[in-house]
């Protein structure tokens, strides 16, 4: 198996790439504020079935974590926390971090470490709980785009519209609700509350395997690509529709159930070909499951009976085998997972820079009563990108990073807005990506980093950043404002075992890489080097009091 995955990667082409100018977008009709989705109509029977007892995924006001599995710093990560303070994430943790591995594996054991890393911060974490949000990304080519706020909002519209989809392909199954048995209701045979990011190839699975055959269908067009759409044996034009294990995001309990399994797989020898094959796998075998459940009239009646008792595992009269796969009574096969794969919230690359293009929504010049473009409503009215000049007044006498007019230099009050800020769309979906995840052609890392938005204005953003009070509060949710992480820090990052790591000393000696702007050193671009972190700890420079 893993000489069959180095062999299929050593094949799969990566496209050329150029720089990427910023334009006005020249296309029209392309973004709308909802997504393309199924929508029940009033004469569907699943509209009017009960599913007030549908399980309740996150709710809006728990904590929300990100995860960062990273063993060592450099540019590239401290690209993807540079994105992540700019947007007023909350402080990442990173999982693995200072950790040497040095296993016998191609990847000297750093996938399997990933998933248990993930796993042990999930399960013993005492500040962690099971209704709380998480995110797990890759950590060396994943950008954020948009505001938390946004990733969260979309996140649960994206579950409500995948599970009435789901209600309607697979149905309802009775629920006892009294002790007595008297009264029952109904609930869905399966929901979605995870989300993995789509990808437009399957790998390193094996074309027959489950994880690759037995996927459902994307949600978008048939004809995104035109008369080739998904006939490309490259891959360029097909819709995505496989799993990509770079980019999580769903409940605590869900996620850590499913990193549970696959340490499972790790343990059954699966880790040594990489996290993405185990993760593949999980949901192949989901999916497996699913479809016999509702392909097999014979035996469909006794796995909804057992479901009734037991809705996660797939419990079978016999054993089941087909390509690759095979189902054992008494194993849980279900886990909830679905697929992002308008790329609504994750932009997975893999032969995808041709479906992405760079530019701003303020260009008047094309509109008409028929044609206009469209920002998605949900950026158009997210906060401001930039800070602004009042709120810049207010931090002057801050000690934290004084401020200075020629390293604070933002765009003027009139530029700071969606409209005119260059993002990068998806040509193909018509969606504005909340995060941009750079696998496949890895010189997209270099080449694109210039044309994010916040890019040109990273250091000063940063500093405004720093500046800013903390804790950070996101907003109101039931009258009461509520904190993205109660362990508070702003500027850098934790670690599993609760140390705080400064940016400066994470990202020291990467500037000109992260900033590109020839001003130097972190903190000491005008030769003072005193800087103080979000605690208010002096971190670099000469000590307050020293001669």
Sequence with gaps: MLIFFKNLISKIPLPQHHDVPITKLPFTDVLHDEPRVHRLSQDDPAIHQDTTNTKQVHSEDATFHVLIPASASNGQLCKTLLSSFLLNYPPPTLINFGEVFTGDNWDKGSHAGKIKGVYNFLNENSQVHNDDLVLVIDGYDVWFQLPPELLVKRYHRLVQNANRRLQKLYGTMAKQVSSEGTKRSSTQMYEQTVVFGADKLCWPNAPDDPACASLPESTLSKNSYGENTDKDSE??????????????????????????????????????????????????????????????????????????????????????????????????????????????????????????????????????????????????????????????????????????????????????????TPLASNVRSLTVPTLLHINGDKSLLDSWWPSVWFQPYARALLRHYMRTPQPFLWGTVGGQEKMWDMRGGRGGVWTPDGRWLEWGEICEGVEESVFGDGKGKWGDEEGDGRTWNSFGKQVTGKVVGDN
């Design 235 to 420: 891959g360029y034009n097909n819709r995505p529709k496989y799993l990509n294990s770079g980019t999580i995001i769903g409940p605590v309990s869900d996620v850590r159930a499913i990193y549970k399994r696959a340490l499972e797989k790790v343990d059954q020898g699966f880790g040594a070909i990489g996290d993405q094959f185990v993760f593949a796998e999980i949901l192949g075998e989901q999916e497996y499951g699913r479809q016999l459940s509702n392909t097999k009239p014979h035996i469909s009646w006794f796995l909804s009976l057992f479901r009734t008792l037991n809705p996660f595992q797939l419990s079978l009269p016999v054993t089941t085998a087909v390509k690759n796969i095979t189902l054992v009574p008494n194993q849980r096969y279900e886990y909830s997972i679905g697929l992002d794969y308008t790329s609504l919230l994750f932009q997975t690359m893999t032969h995808s820079g041709e479906d992405i293009k760079f530019g701003t929504y303020n260009n008047t010049s094309s509109r008409s009563s028929n044609q206009r473009k469209v920002l998605p409503l949900d950026v158009l009215r997210a906060r401001p990108p930039y800070p602004n000049n009042d709120t810049l007044s207010t931090l002057m006498t801050n000690r934290i990073l004084p401020l200075s007019h020629s390293l604070d230099k933002l765009p003027s009050h009139d530029q700071n807005t969606w409209l005119s």
